[in-house]
């Protein structure tokens, strides 16, 4: 099948990518070990060591953005796709603050590795406001803080001679602003629903508005419009063709986090890299949990046994999977994923300055995205 060669294409440039970046991010975690107070060291190692690890999607699509627009040196696009992993692990930090997450790309996260730190440390709290966990998560705001800013410097330093750099620096600054806007909406938007001034059609319709914002500020503006793009304006593209790009990625975007939602509470928790169900405790307004909310007052009121439980059972997550399965909403996040997808194709397929090589690469990626169980 033509599919198999697409992905092939994809995952030999994505394999060659993160190969090249690996190299290069372990030679900037060595540096960024250092600091000369050794309290401060310790986090700046947990940052670094937190660096290691992930997929490194976002750095490899830098990349291929970069050779769309006819980069010649691969290697020319490595500290910008640096800065923007240098960014995610900043803002992964500040998510697993927000999510009372436990760990991260198998690691334990850095607010519950300093609180376990404290404990065994026998460290006694000397403000009576403060426990364990306060200090551990304002320190991990600040590591996090502190990856966000890196990743700006990064790209100040090693492209302060191109003319394009408060472009680079302007469009990176840009992406970082949508993304904390739609965490923001993720993070508000189960409580604003309950504004007691709106009538049931208008939390429907505002609870799949957000919905849909969120998929597009804090997935598609993060992991794919954005990363592609800053690639795409370091090699030279012209506007007008950037825009056609981004308006491919952007579906692309959001069926990556219809199929996260999916993975979210489907998944095998071997292969999430996070807790399976975590997306229940956290009450996350998810296209399942939308579906249900908008077209099943019956389901819903089953879901809400479960959605916002401090713990979630294996039992309670099996009847979560069966209300999401029974009620048509896998189903429909399912439909509405694939048509993505099939957007995504159409927009490619017209998109005839383009290669044929990079169009294969760009399907090939499709069929990744299709496919992942994580």
Same mark, same amino acid.
């Given at each position: 099948?033509?599919?198999?060669?697409? &992905?092939?294409?994809? !995952?030999?440039?994505?394999?060659?990518?993160?190969?090249?970046?690996?190299?290069?991010?372990?030679?900037?975690?060595?540096?960024?070990?250092?600091?000369?107070?050794?309290?401060?060291?310790?986090?700046?190692?947990? &940052?670094?060591?937190?660096?290691?690890?992930?997929?490194?999607?976002?750095?490899?699509?830098?990349?291929?953005?970069?050779?769309?627009?006819? =980069?010649?040196?691969?290697?020319?696009?490595?500290?910008?796709? !640096?800065?923007?992993?240098?960014?995610?692990?900043?803002?992964?930090?500040?998510?697993?603050?927000?999510?009372?997450?436990?760990?991260?790309?198998?690691?334990?996260?850095?607010?519950?590795?300093?609180?376990?730190? !404290?404990?065994?440390?026998?460290?006694?709290?000397?403000?009576?406001?403060? =426990?364990?966990?306060?200090?551990?998560?304002?320190?991990?705001?600040?590591?996090?803080?502190?990856?966000?800013?890196?990743?700006? !410097?990064?790209?100040?330093?090693?492209?302060?001679?191109?003319?394009?750099?408060?472009?680079?620096?302007?469009?990176?600054?840009?992406?970082?602003?949508?993304?904390?806007?739609?965490?923001?909406?993720?993070?508000?938007?189960?409580?604003?629903?309950?504004?007691?001034?709106?009538?049931?059609?208008?939390?429907?319709?505002?609870?799949?508005?957000?919905?849909?914002?969120?998929?597009?500020?804090?997935?598609?503006?993060?992991?794919?419009?954005?990363?592609?793009?800053? =690639?795409?304006?370091?090699?030279?593209?012209?506007?007008?063709?950037?825009?056609?790009?981004?308006?491919?990625?952007?579906?692309?975007?959001?069926?990556?986090?219809?199929?996260?939602?999916?993975?979210?509470?489907?998944?095998?928790?071997?292969?999430?890299?996070?807790?399976?169900?975590?997306?229940?405790?956290?009450?996350?307004?998810?296209?399942?949990?939308?579906?249900?909310?908008?077209?099943?007052?019956?389901?819903?009121?089953?879901?809400?046994?479960?959605?916002?439980?401090?713990?979630?059972?294996?039992?309670?997550?099996?009847?979560?999977?069966?209300?999401?399965?029974?009620?048509?909403? &896998?189903?429909?996040?399912?439909?509405?994923?694939?048509?993505?997808?099939?957007?995504?194709?159409?927009?490619?397929?017209?998109?005839?300055?383009?290669?044929?090589?990079?169009?294969?690469?760009?399907?090939?990626?499709?069929?990744?995205? =299709?496919?992942?169980?994580?």
């Amino acid at each position: 099948m033509a599919s198999k060669d697409d &992905l092939k294409a994809f !995952l030999s440039f994505y394999g060659e990518s993160t190969a090249r970046l690996q190299k290069a991010a372990k030679a900037y975690n060595r540096n960024l070990k250092k600091d000369q107070n050794p309290i401060v060291r310790m986090f700046r190692e947990d &940052l670094a060591d937190l660096n290691e690890g992930g997929k490194m999607l976002r750095g490899a699509l830098v990349a291929l953005g970069y050779r769309l627009a006819g =980069g010649e040196n691969p290697a020319d696009s490595d500290m910008l796709a !640096l800065a923007f992993e240098i960014f995610q692990t900043g803002v992964l930090i500040h998510d697993d603050i927000i999510d009372n997450a436990e760990t991260r790309r198998g690691k334990f996260t850095i607010h519950r590795r300093y609180e376990h730190r !404290l404990g065994a440390r026998g460290i006694r709290m000397v403000a009576e406001v403060d =426990g364990p966990r306060d200090v551990a998560r304002s320190a991990a705001i600040c590591t996090g803080d502190l990856g966000m800013y890196l990743a700006n !410097l990064c790209i100040a330093q090693h492209y302060s001679e191109n003319p394009k750099l408060g472009a680079l620096i302007g469009y990176f600054d840009e992406t970082v602003i949508r993304t904390i806007r739609g965490e923001l909406l993720d993070v508000v938007l189960p409580y604003e629903l309950q504004d007691s001034s709106f009538d049931e059609e208008k939390r429907k319709e505002l609870l799949e508005k957000s919905v849909r914002d969120i998929y597009h500020l804090k997935t598609s503006c993060y992991s794919v419009i954005g990363p592609l793009h800053l =690639g795409m304006m370091l090699g030279g593209m012209p506007e007008d063709r950037m825009r056609a790009v981004d308006r491919f990625a952007d579906e692309l975007g959001i069926a990556y986090q219809i199929m996260d939602d999916i993975l979210g509470i489907y998944a095998d928790a071997g292969y999430l890299g996070k807790d399976v169900g975590s997306d229940i405790a956290e009450f996350k307004q998810t296209i399942l949990w939308m579906y249900v909310r908008n077209h099943d007052p019956a389901s819903t009121e089953e879901l809400l046994k479960y959605y916002g439980k401090k713990r979630v059972s294996k039992k309670d997550l099996g009847e979560v999977r069966r209300i999401f399965s029974e009620s048509g909403a &896998l189903d429909y996040a399912r439909s509405a994923m694939d048509a993505c997808y099939g957007r995504a194709r159409r927009k490619l397929s017209r998109m005839s300055f383009l290669s044929a090589e990079d169009k294969q690469i760009l399907r090939g990626f499709i069929t990744w995205c =299709g496919g992942r169980s994580r």
